[in-house]
């Protein structure tokens, strides 16, 4: 049975190229217009995952306001953000109130199918994690748990991580030892265009994130104007 | 044209303040001046009325004593007896032989004796009288002085002075007058043989007083006795007893000589002033004035009142007040005191003078000045008889003492009261300016504060004095809405990325995802390269919008960031390894030069990166094809400085004030990637959160730009 997502955005454009890309990758999309037609819709209705536009008309916390409708009634229901806020503020704001993950504009449309796929499969996990055989990576203290895109240092869970800091710490730990370039760790982010500096701000989050499970964590070494590396002994 | 208006306003501006203060000022100063002129016709006019006063006062005593012969021709008590004038002296006479006093009354002298002056054994008299004593001036023409012999008890046995005074009973009082030396003289009251000695006065009293002085011809004494030993009728008699021995036998009395010159003991009348003309004037006496009746022979016949004697004041001060008020009396005295007045000599030449015009039959006055604080004012009269002959001469004088003192009270009272009022005005003034000055200092300093380091404002208003009504509180209104006007753009623009990020990012999103669903549905060969095109466009969209609102959010974004200590020259070194491009001559693109291991600084390493990323782009797009780019890094006093060189056009001079503002370039416009002028922008940024800043420098040989950035040290 086809996954059932919904997605909130006012902008019918938007709206239709979502529509129609998630249609033809076989899940079953219900589009809203507004925060309010979206409220009524989901009383009909539980989805699978739920994709929310923030700015909606004139209200500029809507899509804040929907989530958290959504995650009171369905605590368990992925929500992705997709705004073209992207403050770090609204970040944070939009992953403390419940979202899954949040997502810029302009996005590839290829990302945004993958990131669905992925919050979905998160999903699935966390329902039944014992159906599922998870696919384990470890670097040193780090573990990654592919599957549920979970990691963990030192045995603990690593609160917080967001899938794009989940997709660096991938791409960085893949080659331990080895410069992994802005370029590269710029794929992670599912943008079409990242800037050094927002690659070196995920870093920065990636370090503050595992340094309060362990204040010597010193794993991620700065290879300046090039990229990062993972030292071949963490 | 405008300049020249705009400097005039400047300095009509510059001078108002001051116009307005010299304003104040002469109307402070005009005060106590016009006070001052108040005065000084107040004086004219009550000095006038005084002398105008005085001449009527004149005419009523020529009146008074019109035709009283009795009172002026002949003096009282006549019969045989010779009237010694006694002249009335304006001060105390100090008995000591010299004839300073006396000079005045010269000419009134009475000669006895041979009745030829200059004759020997005839002697002058000259009497006079202050307050309550008879003073006398005696010169004596003597050959041969014999002063009298210790122990001799023989009071006649040498040059003396013999004195009859009758007291009120009848009785009569004989004394000798003698001298043992010059200097002070024995008086001894005798018998009736004027030779034995009954007791002598004490030489220590000052009752009876005589001092004997030598002169070539004679000798002189000077003697002062009290008024009380007269009778009434103020009988005396004097004798000058001339002993000599040039005979050869013993001392003897060679000539007695007597004021009366005919009889031994008889007494002279010592003729004052005229009790009845005394009556007569006494109840036109006055304060500071003195009336003065004289007969044809000039001498006073009746007096009342006197000037007072102008003493000066001459203590010292003590007080910080008295010091005041001496500097002010000081400050008066030039001001307002007339710089001549006459000696006493002067004066009296001036009252000769009235008293000769009065003689003549003329009614005189006159003014001068006594001392520098008096003036008198002088009215001479002739007294006449029925039928018109002169009997006397009143004079009249009036000291202007009292219009002057009240004159400078009033000056003192309106001095101190101009300078307390000026004083305080000055303090309100003062306190004024300064509640001004620190008004205007407080809005200065918050219009300062206002603008953060990068030249910000960091409010939208402000609160010194813009509730004040006055002209500070205006211009305080008036700035604050600048402020505000200012802040409000200033958000606009610093919104406005985010704002366009915002607004761009959802057609920017609608036409990717287009353009990703065209692609998915299929599109020809020869079309692909199109939408290729387009969708490289719009990332440049994206990558542009992105970096707008990178760098409006830059500060926000830093306040993130954490400083930690780091090694600056590892940093760098491995920064510049990275860059691994070469120009087609084999040169490296970026050379690093750095003598140290290590540079502590505190910082953010990825901004102190992203610095670097912004200079190094910013040389790349200036420097001379295929030269290398230095990147140097050194140390100097408590700052480390990184420096990154080019070869390559100088920076515009016009633009180097600017050069690290947002959106400001020096880039010609191209069709390759699109630069807004935030890299310089975004390093400034970074070197000012880090506690540093940052400079533009132009080179020579080669003709070279070097910016340079300077960080504080890590001391530890």
Wanted: glycine share 6%; with cysteine.
């Amino acid at each position: 049975m086809a996954k059932h997502i919904v997605i909130v955005e006012d902008d019918a454009d938007q709206r239709e190229n979502y529509q129609v890309a998630l249609e033809q990758r076989g899940y079953q999309v219900t589009a809203y217009a507004s925060k309010e037609s979206a409220q009524e819709g989901l009383m009909q209705v539980k989805p699978d995952l739920v994709i929310l536009d923030i700015i909606m008309q004139d209200n500029i916390d809507a899509g804040f306001q929907l989530c958290s409708d959504i995650l009171k009634r369905f605590p368990q229901i992925p929500v992705l953000f997709l705004t073209e806020r992207v403050e770090e503020i609204d970040r944070i704001i939009g992953l403390r109130m419940g979202a899954w993950d949040y997502q810029p504009k302009p996005v590839s449309l290829g990302f945004l199918a993958e990131k669905v796929a992925t919050l979905l499969r998160l999903s699935d996990i966390r329902d039944a994690p014992a159906e599922v055989e998870q696919s384990v990576r470890q670097v040193g203290a780090l573990r990654l748990l592919e599957e549920s895109r979970l990691a963990q240092w030192d045995g603990k869970d690593i609160e917080g991580l967001t899938l794009t800091e989940f997709r660096m710490l991938e791409a960085l730990t893949r080659r331990p030892g080895h410069i992994v370039t802005y370029d590269v760790l710029a794929q992670a982010t599912h943008q079409h265009y990242v800037s050094n500096n927002t690659i070196s701000t995920h870093i920065r989050n990636i370090k503050r994130k595992i340094k309060k499970l362990d204040n010597s964590f010193d794993a991620i070494k700065s290879e300046y104007g090039l990229g990062y590396r993972w030292p071949d002994n963490s | 044209m405008n300049n020249s208006n705009s400097t005039e306003q400047t300095k009509r501006r510059r001078w108002r303040p001051s116009g307005q203060a010299m304003l104040f000022l002469v109307v402070l100063l005009s005060m106590p001046l016009l006070s001052y002129r108040f005065l000084a016709e107040t004086r004219v006019f009550m000095i006038e009325g005084q002398s105008q006063a005085q001449e009527q006062l004149a005419q009523g005593v020529v009146t008074l004593f019109q035709g009283r012969e009795d009172l002026l021709e002949e003096l009282p008590y006549l019969d045989s007896q010779q009237v010694v004038f006694s002249h009335p002296l304006s001060h105390k006479v100090k008995v000591d032989g010299y004839t300073s006093e006396w000079l005045d009354f010269q000419l009134f002298a009475n000669h006895f004796g041979s009745g030829e002056e200059g004759d020997e054994d005839g002697y002058s008299l000259l009497l006079g009288e202050y307050e309550d004593r008879i003073y006398g001036l005696v010169r004596i023409q003597d050959n041969v002085t014999k002063l009298r012999e210790w122990g001799n008890k023989q009071l006649d046995r040498s040059d003396h002075l013999r004195l009859s005074l009758p007291d009120r009973n009848g009785n009569e009082r004989r004394l000798i007058i003698v001298a043992t030396e010059p200097g002070q003289m024995e008086v001894w009251y005798v018998k009736d043989d004027w030779a034995t000695s009954l007791y002598r006065n004490p030489s220590s009293s000052f009752i009876i007083q005589a001092v004997m002085r030598p002169l070539v011809d004679g000798y002189l004494v000077e003697f002062a006795l009290p008024r009380y030993f007269l009778n009434e009728r103020q009988e005396f008699g004097l004798a000058v007893a001339d002993v000599d021995d040039d005979d050869g036998t013993m001392r003897h009395l060679k000539t007695l000589v007597g004021s009366d010159t005919n009889i031994e003991s008889h007494y002279n009348l010592l003729a004052m002033r005229s009790p009845e003309a005394n009556k007569i004037l006494a109840s036109l006496d006055r304060a500071n004035s003195q009336i003065i009746i004289y007969d044809k022979q000039l001498r006073v016949r009746a007096s009342v009142g006197k000037l007072a004697t102008n003493v000066p004041e001459s203590l010292q001060p003590t007080t910080i007040v008295e010091r005041m008020q001496s500097w002010l009396n000081n400050a008066l005295d030039w001001f307002v005191a007339i710089p001549t007045f006459l000696s006493s000599s002067q004066e009296a030449s001036q009252e000769r003078r009235l008293l000769n015009q009065a003689l003549g039959n003329e009614f005189a006055s006159g003014r001068w000045h006594r001392s520098a604080n008096e003036e008198v004012l002088a009215v001479a009269a002739p007294i006449t008889d029925q039928e018109g002959a002169l009997l006397g001469v009143v004079l009249i004088k009036q000291s202007t003492a009292q219009i002057l003192k009240l004159q400078r009270q009033a000056m003192e009272n309106i001095t101190m009261l101009s300078f307390a009022t000026m004083v305080a005005m000055l303090m309100v003034l003062l306190a004024y300016s300064w509640r001004q000055a620190y008004r205007v200092q407080r809005l200065g300093q918050e219009a300062k504060e206002i603008v953060d380091p990068s030249g910000r404002l960091r409010t939208n208003q402000l609160h010194s004095d813009v509730r004040s009504t006055d002209r500070i509180g205006g211009l305080a209104r008036s700035f604050s809405e600048v402020v505000e006007r200012l802040h409000d753009h200033q958000q606009f623009i610093s919104t406005m990325p985010r704002t366009l990020r915002h607004e761009i990012n959802n057609p920017l999103n609608a036409t990717m995802t287009s353009l990703e669903n065209l692609q998915r549905h299929g599109v020809a060969d020869d079309q692909q390269r199109y939408l290729d095109i387009a969708q490289r466009g719009l990332i440049k969209i994206s990558a542009i919008v992105e970096k707008l609102a990178d760098a409006a959010n830059l500060e926000e974004a830093l306040q993130e960031d954490e400083l930690e200590p780091m090694n600056l020259a590892y940093l760098v070194e491995t920064y510049v390894s990275h860059q691994e491009g070469r120009s087609a001559t084999g040169q490296a693109d970026v050379v690093f030069a750095c003598d140290e291991a290590q540079v502590a600084v505190a910082g953010v390493d990825y901004r102190i990166e992203q610095m670097l990323d912004k200079l190094l782009d910013n040389a790349r797009d200036f420097r001379v094809a295929n030269s290398s780019i230095v990147v140097r890094l050194y140390q100097q006093d408590l700052y480390c400085y990184l420096e990154v060189e080019n070869q390559g056009p100088h920076i515009p001079e016009e633009m180097q004030g600017n050069l690290f503002t947002s959106m400001v370039s020096a880039r010609q416009g191209g069709a390759g990637q699109a630069h807004f002028g935030l890299g310089l922008y975004v390093v400034r940024m970074i070197a000012l959160y880090h506690g540093g800043e940052v400079s533009a420098h132009n080179l020579i040989d080669p003709q070279s730009v070097m910016f340079r950035v300077r960080l504080p040290l890590l001391l530890v």
